[in-house]
């Protein structure tokens, strides 16, 4: 890096530091844990409390919430290393994601990658300012891991497609503006190559969505119905026929998302000894503290890899199926992390509560079975390592 | 710091690759075995060794050393590792030479250093009394300069010209210099499963030459020298794991059953993606705690314990998958992956297995 740009990375910085310190509300530097600390925006958007709805107004003029978007498409235009600046600074205060959205972290992505740049303008601006909940339509009762095998139909009618089908697990599609969605434009072509990306709006009439209620006690996804829905043509995203290109560009990206371990307020080691207490100066359950140890290593070491994968991307090598990898060691530790909170924290773990907040450990801990299934299970990363990075034939 | 190699430091890698790939490949290995070396290793290539300068890769310029750091010295540790190269680089430049230059004086480091660097003298150190790793156990004594006690696994102890020595006196745990050519010193050869050697040593008041430290810095000396030690040898356990595993995945490409590649079959495919994923940990845990002797981190005692229990248990799994992959044809002594088990379980034992160090870890951390 040049002495100049060192200078301006570390005016950025102080300039950035002070605006936080000036704007972010002491109420938004926490970990979200409810489900109100979550602001999601859309078309009626709904606000928890007023500091909730300032760190969002400020974050969304300065451009923030989106930071590495161009201008036009309501970001900032903040370059990499600034970004890096901007969450390093966000996260010593602790300070939330103003914004909850699949239109940031699905959607955008591809329209940035797939769309017209009348789409950029139309959808981008709307998704950075918080103005449309944007919900995923990908997985099929039909479809899951074989999720080209979708039979959602979007038949070609002139001027318009009719949607018919239904799609499953759409995270708050009972809260969703619209849609995205894959959709089969062609029966005949081989199931890779006759899927489109479609946007749908959720108020069109012939949509339909209902709550599926988790292990977990809660209702995070929902199934959705398309009858004889009718679906403009020009929001196809990229070419007829051609979407499952874009589905497989998100699917590495939704998977280094869910890959990462998240942060929580105890380390397991302090969980375990708060829990079942320390004898003769050891955790005063010999196997859960071998294990627990065995986990801390594992978490460092994997966090060690991220890391690792970051120096050396920015030394030059690409990352390619590596999600794979994070995905499924990530989440495989976050069960075994589950388990083993579980495990140390007794009896008073098997609470469920009449609200999520009294079960939250038995109820997460459930939760995370979802963990290796979700944005393609650890079967399917196992396969795609298996053939893109060992290179073992296909029989 | 970020965590990939200098330029430098990858040019090292890659001549140690080709030095060890031409002169001591596994095949190497198995000659010493079958013509029952006196040595164990081969003399020819130690010396080459020394004259590249990786007998002193990591010590002071001024006692002949090239001080190229740790992370260096890794990487040959590495590719040695790959072709499971026996030579005196564990014993003499890991163990003792660590020992000596992290805790002798500059009179200590001339006289040894210098011969290490040189390699004009082997060196071993003696820190094991009990069956499994017990590094501040010892009831050797010394008394009115004289030693006396049985040490056990000293590795390289019978071609060793210099023991290092742990021993107690009234002051609590030292590191004594012995002759292991002096009266009173015997030396009992074992050629091991993974056919290097370790010996039992008795010292029978024996004469104290030198001392490294003061008497009761032991533990402070074995602890801090034995977690650079670990980290290097995990170096090169991480290097025998990637290259039984780049074996057993080709072997699963070449090997044809029911017509078909086995490779092609999904109850191998994920075994060898899970191990895929743990190797990698391995690869980052190790590279961390290289670059953490180097700049002298304070947490070098966990990242040392971290690292030695989780590659002990990924070269456990890495070489008892490769045996069950490769069948029968890995049963065979013909086939070279049985080495790499063999090798495996010695590397596992030394300086700790991962039970020990899981333990330690909890300790480190209070619990």
């Given at each position: 890096?040049?002495?100049?740009?060192?200078?301006?990375?570390?005016?950025?910085?102080?300039?950035?530091?002070?605006?936080?310190?000036?704007?972010?509300?002491?109420?938004?530097?926490?970990?979200?844990?409810?489900?109100?600390?979550?602001?999601?925006?859309?078309?009626?958007?709904?606000?928890?409390?007023?500091?909730?709805?300032?760190?969002?107004?400020?974050?969304?003029?300065?451009?923030?919430?989106?930071?590495?978007?161009?201008?036009?498409?309501?970001?900032?235009?903040?370059?990499?290393?600034?970004?890096?600046?901007?969450?390093?600074?966000?996260?010593?205060?602790?300070?939330?994601?103003?914004?909850?959205?699949?239109?940031?972290h699905?959607?955008?992505?591809?329209?940035?990658?797939?769309?017209?740049?009348?789409?950029k303008?139309?959808?981008?601006?709307?998704?950075?300012?918080?103005?449309?909940?944007?919900?995923?339509?990908?997985?099929?009762?039909?479809?899951?891991?074989?999720?080209?095998?979708?039979?959602?139909?979007?038949?070609?009618?002139?001027?318009?497609?009719?949607?018919?089908?239904?799609?499953?697990?759409?995270?708050?599609?009972?809260?969703?503006?619209?849609?995205?969605?894959?959709?089969?434009?062609?029966?005949?072509?081989?199931?890779?190559?006759?899927?489109?990306?479609?946007?749908?709006?959720?108020?069109?009439e012939?949509?339909?969505?209902?709550?599926?209620?988790?292990?977990?006690?809660?209702?995070?996804?929902?199934?959705?119905?398309?009858?004889?829905?009718?679906v403009?043509?020009?929001?196809?995203?990229?070419?007829?026929?051609?979407?499952?290109?874009?589905?497989?560009?998100?699917?590495?990206h939704?998977?280094?998302?869910?890959g990462n371990?998240?942060?929580?307020?105890?380390?397991l080691?302090?969980?375990?000894?708060?829990?079942?207490?320390?004898?003769?100066?050891?955790?005063?359950?010999?196997?859960?503290?071998?294990?627990?140890a065995?986990?801390?290593?594992?978490?460092?070491?994997?966090?060690?890899?991220?890391?690792?994968?970051?120096?050396?991307?920015?030394?030059?090598?690409?990352?390619?199926?590596?999600?794979?990898?994070?995905?499924?060691?990530?989440?495989?530790?976050?069960?075994?992390?589950?388990?083993?909170?579980m495990?140390?924290?007794?009896?008073d773990?098997?609470?469920?509560?009449?609200?999520?907040?009294?079960?939250?450990?038995?109820?997460?801990?459930?939760?995370?079975?979802?963990?290796?299934?979700?944005?393609?299970?650890s079967?399917?990363?196992?396969?795609?390592i298996?053939?893109?990075?060992?290179?073992?034939?296909?029989? | 710091?970020?965590?990939?190699?200098?330029?430098?430091?990858?040019?090292?890698?890659?001549?140690?690759?080709?030095f060890?790939?031409?002169?001591?490949?596994?095949?190497?290995?198995?000659?010493?075995?079958?013509?029952?070396?006196?040595d164990?290793?081969?003399?020819?290539?130690?010396?080459?060794?020394?004259?590249m300068?990786?007998?002193?890769?990591?010590?002071?310029?001024?006692?002949?050393g090239l001080?190229?750091?740790?992370?260096?010295?890794?990487?040959i540790m590495?590719?040695?590792?790959?072709?499971l190269?026996?030579?005196p680089?564990?014993?003499?430049?890991?163990?003792?030479?660590?020992?000596?230059?992290?805790?002798?004086?500059?009179?200590?480091?001339?006289?040894?250093?210098?011969?290490?660097?040189?390699?004009?003298?082997?060196?071993?150190?003696?820190?094991?009394?009990?069956?499994?790793?017990?590094?501040?156990?010892?009831n050797?004594?010394?008394?009115?300069?004289?030693?006396?006690?049985?040490?056990?696994?000293?590795?390289?102890?019978?071609?060793?010209?210099?023991?290092?020595?742990?021993?107690s006196?009234?002051?609590?745990?030292?590191?004594?210099?012995?002759d292991?050519?002096?009266?009173?010193?015997?030396?009992?050869?074992?050629?091991?499963?993974?056919?290097?050697?370790?010996?039992t040593?008795?010292?029978?008041n024996?004469?104290?030459?030198?001392?490294?430290?003061?008497?009761?810095?032991?533990?402070?000396?074995?602890?801090?020298?034995?977690?650079?030690?670990?980290?290097?040898?995990?170096?090169?356990?991480?290097?025998?794991?990637?290259?039984?595993?780049?074996?057993?995945?080709?072997?699963?490409?070449e090997?044809?059953?029911?017509?078909?590649?086995?490779?092609?079959?999904?109850?191998?495919?994920?075994?060898?993606?899970?191990?895929?994923c743990?190797?990698?940990?391995?690869?980052?845990?190790?590279?961390?705690?290289?670059?953490?002797?180097?700049?002298?981190?304070?947490?070098l005692?966990?990242?040392?314990?971290?690292t030695?229990?989780?590659?002990g248990?990924?070269t456990?799994?890495?070489?008892?998958?490769?045996?069950?992959?490769?069948?029968?044809?890995?049963?065979?002594d013909?086939?070279?992956?049985?080495?790499?088990?063999?090798?495996?379980?010695?590397?596992?034992?030394?300086?700790?297995?991962?039970?020990?160090?899981?333990?330690?870890?909890?300790?480190?951390?209070?619990?």
């Amino acid at each position: 890096m040049s002495t100049a740009t060192q200078v301006n990375i570390d005016a950025f910085r102080s300039e950035t530091r002070e605006w936080l310190e000036a704007n972010c509300p002491q109420s938004m530097r926490s970990p979200v844990k409810t489900f109100k600390d979550y602001f999601w925006g859309g078309r009626n958007p709904t606000f928890h409390s007023e500091d909730q709805k300032l760190w969002f107004e400020r974050m969304r003029d300065k451009g923030w919430t989106v930071p590495r978007w161009n201008k036009e498409y309501g970001g900032a235009g903040l370059s990499k290393s600034e970004y890096k600046v901007l969450k390093e600074e966000m996260a010593k205060i602790g300070a939330r994601s103003p914004l909850f959205s699949f239109g940031i972290h699905m959607l955008g992505p591809a329209l940035l990658g797939f769309g017209s740049e009348e789409q950029k303008l139309q959808y981008l601006p709307e998704i950075a300012r918080g103005e449309m909940w944007w919900c995923q339509g990908y997985s099929e009762p039909g479809a899951g891991s074989d999720l080209a095998g979708l039979q959602t139909s979007a038949e070609d009618k002139g001027d318009h497609y009719l949607v018919n089908g239904q799609k499953v697990w759409t995270s708050y599609a009972d809260y969703a503006d619209k849609i995205f969605c894959l959709v089969r434009t062609d029966k005949n072509a081989p199931k890779h190559t006759g899927i489109s990306f479609l946007l749908i709006d959720m108020k069109s009439e012939g949509v339909s969505t209902r709550p599926i209620k988790l292990i977990s006690g809660s209702s995070p996804f929902c199934e959705t119905f398309f009858d004889n829905v009718k679906v403009p043509k020009e929001n196809l995203v990229g070419v007829e026929n051609e979407g499952w290109n874009i589905a497989k560009y998100l699917l590495t990206h939704e998977r280094s998302m869910i890959g990462n371990v998240a942060k929580m307020d105890k380390t397991l080691d302090e969980y375990a000894i708060e829990s079942i207490g320390i004898e003769d100066s050891v955790l005063a359950d010999p196997v859960n503290r071998i294990k627990t140890a065995q986990w801390l290593i594992d978490e460092a070491a994997f966090n060690f890899t991220l890391e690792r994968a970051l120096d050396e991307a920015k030394a030059g090598s690409p990352p390619g199926a590596k999600s794979s990898f994070f995905k499924y060691y990530g989440t495989e530790m976050n069960k075994r992390r589950y388990e083993l909170m579980m495990s140390t924290g007794g009896f008073d773990n098997l609470v469920w509560g009449e609200e999520y907040e009294d079960g939250k450990t038995a109820r997460d801990f459930c939760r995370t079975k979802a963990n290796s299934i979700e944005g393609g299970t650890s079967e399917v990363q196992l396969n795609i390592i298996s053939k893109h990075i060992l290179g073992l034939p296909k029989k | 710091m970020a965590l990939v190699l200098s330029e430098e430091q990858q040019m090292l890698k890659s001549s140690a690759k080709e030095f060890f790939n031409g002169n001591a490949p596994v095949s190497a290995l198995r000659r010493l075995r079958d013509e029952k070396n006196a040595d164990g290793y081969d003399k020819r290539v130690w010396e080459e060794m020394v004259q590249m300068g990786w007998s002193g890769l990591v010590f002071p310029e001024e006692y002949g050393g090239l001080q190229f750091g740790y992370t260096g010295l890794g990487q040959i540790m590495y590719e040695s590792g790959k072709t499971l190269t026996a030579s005196p680089l564990m014993s003499t430049v890991v163990l003792a030479g660590t020992v000596i230059n992290e805790f002798g004086s500059s009179e200590q480091k001339q006289k040894y250093i210098s011969d290490i660097c040189e390699g004009k003298r082997l060196f071993a150190v003696a820190f094991e009394e009990k069956n499994i790793h017990s590094p501040h156990i010892a009831n050797t004594k010394v008394v009115d300069n004289k030693l006396s006690g049985s040490k056990k696994f000293v590795l390289d102890g019978h071609i060793a010209d210099v023991f290092l020595v742990t021993a107690s006196s009234d002051s609590g745990l030292g590191v004594y210099v012995v002759d292991a050519k002096g009266a009173g010193v015997h030396v009992e050869r074992h050629i091991m499963m993974d056919s290097r050697n370790a010996s039992t040593v008795t010292f029978d008041n024996a004469s104290v030459l030198d001392m490294i430290g003061l008497p009761g810095d032991g533990k402070t000396i074995i602890d801090r020298s034995l977690d650079i030690a670990r980290i290097c040898l995990s170096a090169e356990m991480l290097g025998s794991m990637e290259e039984a595993f780049s074996r057993t995945v080709a072997y699963l490409k070449e090997r044809k059953q029911f017509g078909v590649s086995i490779g092609s079959f999904q109850s191998l495919q994920h075994r060898a993606a899970h191990m895929y994923c743990e190797i990698e940990l391995c690869k980052s845990l190790v590279i961390k705690s290289l670059q953490a002797i180097d700049q002298n981190a304070d947490n070098l005692a966990h990242l040392a314990s971290m690292t030695k229990a989780k590659v002990g248990q990924i070269t456990e799994l890495v070489s008892n998958e490769a045996i069950q992959m490769y069948g029968g044809i890995g049963m065979t002594d013909d086939e070279e992956i049985g080495f790499f088990l063999k090798r495996a379980r010695v590397s596992q034992q030394t300086l700790g297995d991962y039970n020990y160090h899981l333990d330690k870890y909890a300790v480190l951390n209070n619990y």
